[in-house]
């Protein structure tokens, strides 16, 4: 059902959403003609213009928590960190880089385009996958890539297919830190390591501690878990708290690295 609905979504259509609007409709009606008739001596008329009908049953709040969990917990650890320079690799600007832009200078460097000047904010235009011009290598004490790396080299942005990108990718933000300095990375983990073509790859934890191994070492790991829970400083040596994390189909997987 997950699958179909991702289908229709592709083509504009949302059941879902059209079945709560259509719920909420009669509710919606009525408080259309409470309010009208209220409005017989007052300055405001009403227009039948914007009609909002999907937040009468919603939570306070609508976030992605994989995002908002990452990105207020590693904004939390820059600002603890006090680094000299802090570099993010195609995080989401709205997001995670406006958190840090708040109470520090960081500097972005992305593949795409941004076209607005924002406060605090210094952006770069670079394509990793060719050569890091030579001012960048070793460049930055605090390095960040958040829910990302899983995304590019799948033709979903009209990017070249490169199915072994993530070890590229990895290798050349690498080259951006200085030794025995900070990273922070985030990934989408499952139990199944795949390819959900064409939105982005899931990797096993243990693939990912293989891959990390030779150059960094975990100072910290946390995950956010398919019900969306929070769980901070996970020893991954421990036989049972990693053993309860394998069997997750979709998380988020939020390392602290320090590179060797």
Not at 44 to 68: E, G, K, M, Q, V
Not at 88 to 93: N, Q, T
Request: hydrophobic share 40%; with cysteine.
């Amino acid at each position: 059902m997950n699958t179909l609905n991702r289908y229709l979504l592709s083509i504009g259509i949302n059941v879902g959403f059209f079945f709560k609007w259509l719920y909420n409709f009669p509710h919606y009606i009525r408080t259309f003609f409470t309010l009208h008739s209220h409005t017989k001596n007052t300055d405001f008329p009403i227009f039948f213009n914007y009609p909002c009908l999907h937040d009468i049953d919603d939570n306070s709040w609508t976030a992605n928590w994989h995002y908002f969990h990452q990105d207020l917990l590693v904004a939390q650890k820059i600002f603890q960190s006090n680094s000299t320079k802090h570099i993010d690799i195609w995080s989401r600007v709205d997001w995670f880089v406006a958190h840090v832009a708040s109470f520090r200078n960081i500097e972005v460097f992305d593949i795409r385009k941004l076209e607005n000047n924002i406060d605090n904010v210094d952006f770069q235009q670079l394509d990793l996958m060719k050569n890091i011009p030579e001012k960048y290598i070793e460049y930055t004490d605090s390095l960040s890539c958040l829910h990302t790396m899983e995304h590019f080299w799948l033709g979903r942005y009209g990017d070249t297919i490169d199915i072994d990108w993530h070890l590229k990718g990895f290798e050349q933000m690498g080259k951006i830190l200085k030794k025995w300095w900070i990273f922070y990375f985030s990934t989408p983990i499952g139990e199944k390591q795949r390819i959900e073509f064409n939105a982005h790859r899931v990797f096993s934890l243990s693939y990912l501690i293989k891959m990390l191994w030779n150059n960094y070492t975990i100072e910290s790991f946390s995950y956010v878990d398919d019900k969306w829970d929070l769980h901070k400083n996970i020893t991954l040596n421990d036989d049972n708290n990693t053993k309860k994390t394998f069997w997750l189909q979709y998380w988020c997987g939020i390392f602290e690295l320090r590179k060797n």
